[in-house]
């Protein structure tokens, strides 16, 4: 830690050209050519040493410059009355000054503890620190409650050096790890060279002002605090830095209460937004990988389904394939007809990926029927059309009551592909849209792929006559729409039935 005496040598010039300055003003009233500028400046220069005075625990000297600057504040004839005062203050002031030089060059070999002699003696100075220091056997004046040496770096940014050197000393002095510069364009350079993390800068510099220098530090460096110092008392230009983003506002001259309160509370503020922005950004790499692995979830449920499905779709075709022994060609027809079923499905908007293998069972109930009917190559007796009719309930029986949306799909199509529009089909001679759209499709499908192709008990129709008999069935055997559906689908049926072949 440095000497503090060093500290007010360092300081002692700052001073030494204020009280300089007094000097001249109160000669300039002796000799009764004082101007109100004059005056001013006068009053402001007594007010910056009560601050730096105060703040190098002087507090004779304080008492005298606060003397000097409300004798000063006076309005003007009660100040020319008060001239022989004010050079008595002066003149004491400096001995003040001379006198506390002399003891801390007497004390200065005595170290930290003596020099804190020095700078400590004022109660009132001491009643502050309570607030944020804890007493050291050793000097009496060591650690601050809060942990400056893990806070990281603070830039202190002002014109004035004295000013900069003062906070400097006060910062240092708690343990922070501290570095100034003295304009705007320094502080962007060290921003962007170090990690700064708190820019403490004054207002009013020449070239670029503070505000434009946090302004910038906060777009450009978010995660650094700022605070603003400034002589000038204007709760607008407060209000300003604050809009910007600055963390609090400082008034010269300064405080070492002060300073050292509000670089505290601008650390700890930023540590907790820190920790905040810590918090958030863990709870959005949480999310984000949770949601990576529901939608990984998703995807292997997805790959599940499709592979069930496959599986449903191709168990469901090896059966129509077993059928091909009992009536050769069946299995080709059912492909077909399932393939139809598809496009006309398409256009009514159902899930092609269901009515396709569904409608693959369609005559799987003929499995029950006597080879003796079901392939007998000479037109059916009434008995035997009964018995071939029964086939629809019989493959609705089988297929119906599992747990398959799938099978009970192919339930429904195998149950309604022989009803008619007009009311005249079998099982259950259901009319219009009381026939399951499915079923109308399938009756569709089925009857175009039955009559084009060549079957035991009857030869293949051309497509042109399948197509001329099939309108005349519009309304009747046929759903009209999905007649049409059929008709305007023709090319993409006729390209399915040449690439399964039509035998
Ligand atoms: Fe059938
Ligand atoms: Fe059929």
Known sequence: MRNRFSVFETNKDDVQRRVNRLEGAITAIL???????????????????????ETLGLRRGCELARDLEQSLALPRGSVAAEGTHLAGCVRALRCELDDQMAQGCSDEGAGDSVGAGVIYHDADLLADDREL?????ETGLTAVKSNPATSGLILVVDDDIATRRLLVWILADAGYDVR?????????????????????SD???????????????????????????????????????????????????????????????????????????????????????????????????????????????????????????????????????SRYCAVLGHTFGLPVESLEPASVLHDVGKIAIADSILLKPAPLTADERFAIETHADIGYGLLRGSCSSLLDLAALVARTHHEKFDGSGYPRGLSGTNIPLEGRIAAVADVFDAMTSHRVYSPAWSV???????????????????????????????????ALGSE
């Open 31 to 53: 000799a009764g050519s004082l101007d109100e500028q004059l005056r001013a400046g006068a009053e402001h220069t007594a007010h910056e040493l009560v601050g730096s005075l």
């Open 203 to 337: 207002v009013s510099m020449p070239g670029e002002t503070g505000l434009d220098l946090i302004r910038f530090a906060l777009c450009e460096h978010p995660q650094t605090a700022t605070l603003m110092i400034s002589a000038l008392e204007d709760p607008r230009i407060a209000q300003v830095a604050m809009d910007f983003g600055a963390y609090g506002y400082l008034s010269k001259p300064v405080r070492r209460s002060a300073v050292l309160i509000g670089v505290m509370n601008a650390l700890r503020r930023r540590d907790m937004e820190a920790q905040e922005r810590v918090a958030r950004e863990t709870l959005e790499c949480t999310l984000r990988f949770r949601t990576g692995a529901l939608a990984q979830a998703l995807k292997r449920l997805e790959g599940a389904i499709q592979q069930g499905r496959l599986l449903q779709a191709e168990t469901i075709y090896r059966w129509a394939q077993a059928a091909e022994y009992r009536d050769p060609g069946i299995a080709r027809h059912v492909k077909r007809m």
């Open 133 to 137: 220091r804890h007493a050291s056997p």
């Open 180 to 200: 100034d510069v003295g304009s705007a364009g320094e502080a962007r350079r060290a921003l962007e060279h170090e990690s700064v993390a708190l820019l403490l």
């Open 464 to 498: 042109d006559a399948t197509i001329a008999w099939m309108r005349r069935e519009r309304g009747k055997h046929f759903d009209p729409t999905v007649l049409d559906a059929l008709l305007s689908s023709m090319d993409e049926i006729l390209a399915i039935r040449s």
